[in-house]
């Protein structure tokens, strides 16, 4: 199929390209990105008038839990291990795999409607998250969140492997989800590690996120630094790092030796108390940070433009520095940064011919945004996530004129709240 979007203002994350263009088009063919100019004249499937519209690379969230969207606002007065050991774990335990589909596609039409087009998932019933993301057409990379202590627990392993021989589908990729060092012994993390050198596959792992954390670690794998931990044993893999926020400036210093991304979900940290990450010091260090949104249980929304936002405030106002993360550099870390994390910025992330068109539109016509001084910072500060108009994704139309048709919107509701009914009796 072909698609024209015609004289579109381009935001293209491309480094070679201007950072903004007016009246582009855009042409592509079978998924993919084949011409980027002024007046493109081609017979086409389907044109798409983008006049004085955003056109730019669908947002990339690097960590979330997506099937954890009935949960959303159950976190309030709760520390992080007390809102998973008393809220959420033994609600957990009473879901089923029709649950977990249902509250998938919740957070799919959540992601689609606010301009996501890849999430970084970790969670559990995994093939039924895939099957929710296949069915609302969401680029999802995914895991058997990996955990345990026991030599039983190495069945996990044997699972996410079984669903990587399983998917094979062009939206669908894989890591290695470590739930986190303090949630398993050394032996088997080991062991995890060792499956990721063999598939040749990223690790994404919780690390850091709160204080206690910090000290589980310390105790557990007898360093004096959690970052020890990275340095000695997944020196050898891609790491996806959660949260990071309690490291100190020698452990950024540490971290920038090793292969880390770090997923920054400001959000969820500041609701669960945990505070915030240094992240200016991690660009000053090289470090590539991308954005999570965590899930809603403790991130409470899916969009992206809110966590944009609270990321830019937060480093300029814990800094005092208003000079510091411009705008641009926000934008950066929601696309082309998400994309290096999780190992796919050969075929998304950006606007360039030859990648795979996971392309968003954006209407910039509101109240909020007029007039325009300065359009990377309207779409941080002021745009929402409603103002997203069209998502494509795999080269498909997955939304147009903010109307999703391949998912029943009301049924998925009625039936994520039958779940919650269930679970919290």
Same mark, same amino acid.
């Given at each position: ?14 480094? #070679? ?66 809102? %998973? ?10 879901? *089923? ?43 999802? *990379? ?23 021989? #399983? ?32 598939? #040749? ?65 400001? /959000?969820?940290? %500041? ?24 899930? *809603? ?20 106002? /814990? ?24 190992? %796919? ?18 209407? %910039?016509?509101? !109240? ?35 109307? !999703? ?14 779940? /919650? *009914?269930?679970?919290?009796?």
């Amino acid at each position: 199929m072909k698609i024209l979007i015609k004289n579109c203002n381009l935001i293209s994350m491309e480094e #070679k390209r201007e950072k903004l263009e007016e009246n582009i088009d855009i042409l592509i063919e079978d998924k993919k990105i084949v011409k980027i100019r002024k007046d493109i004249e081609e017979k086409v499937d389907k044109t798409i008038n983008a006049t004085n519209k955003i056109i730019m690379p669908g947002f990339i969230n690097t960590h979330s839990h997506i099937s954890m969207s009935i949960f959303r606002e159950t976190v309030d007065g709760y520390k992080t291990q007390a809102w %998973l050991k008393e809220e959420i774990w033994p609600r957990e335990e009473k879901l *089923q795999e029709e649950d977990i589909y249902y509250a998938t596609l919740l957070s799919c039409i959540e992601m689609i409607k606010t301009g996501t087009t890849t999430v970084n998932d970790m969670y559990f019933m995994t093939e039924k998250i895939i099957e929710a993301a296949l069915k609302a057409g969401i680029r999802l *990379q995914t895991t058997r969140t990996l955990m345990g202590y026991e030599e039983k627990d190495e069945q996990r392993i044997k699972e996410l492997d079984d669903l990587i021989k #399983k998917y094979k589908q062009d939206t669908i990729s894989f890591n290695v989800g470590i739930h986190g060092l303090y949630t398993s012994n050394e032996n088997y993390v080991k062991k995890c590690i060792k499956y990721a050198e063999e598939k #040749k596959l990223p690790i994404h792992m919780h690390f850091c996120e709160n204080e206690q954390e910090r000290k589980d670690i310390k105790r557990e794998y007898n360093v004096k630094s959690p970052i020890e931990v990275i340095k000695r044993d997944f020196n050898k893999t891609h790491n996806i790092l959660a949260h990071s926020v309690k490291l100190d400036n020698q452990d950024i210093k540490e971290l920038k030796k090793t292969n880390s991304y770090v997923s920054h979900c400001p /959000i969820s940290n %500041l609701k669960l108390g945990c505070g915030v990450a240094k992240i200016k010091e991690m660009l000053e260090n090289n470090i590539c940070v991308s954005l999570g949104t965590d899930g *809603q249980g403790s991130g409470s929304n899916l969009d992206m433009f809110e966590t944009m936002k609270f990321t830019a405030l937060l480093q300029k106002g /814990i800094n005092e520095s208003p000079e510091d993360l411009p705008a641009y550099e926000v934008l950066k870390m929601a696309t082309i940064n998400g994309a290096r994390a999780l190992s %796919l910025d050969k075929i998304i992330g950006s606007i360039e011919e030859g990648k795979i068109a996971d392309i968003i539109m954006i209407n %910039l016509d509101g !109240i909020l945004t007029q007039p325009i001084n300065n359009v990377f910072a309207e779409i941080v500060y002021n745009v929402k996530g409603s103002e997203v108009e069209m998502t494509m994704i795999n080269g498909k139309i997955v939304m147009e004129n903010k109307e !999703i048709k391949q998912i029943d919107e009301n049924t998925v509701i009625e039936k994520c709240n039958k779940v /919650i *009914q269930k679970i919290s009796k």
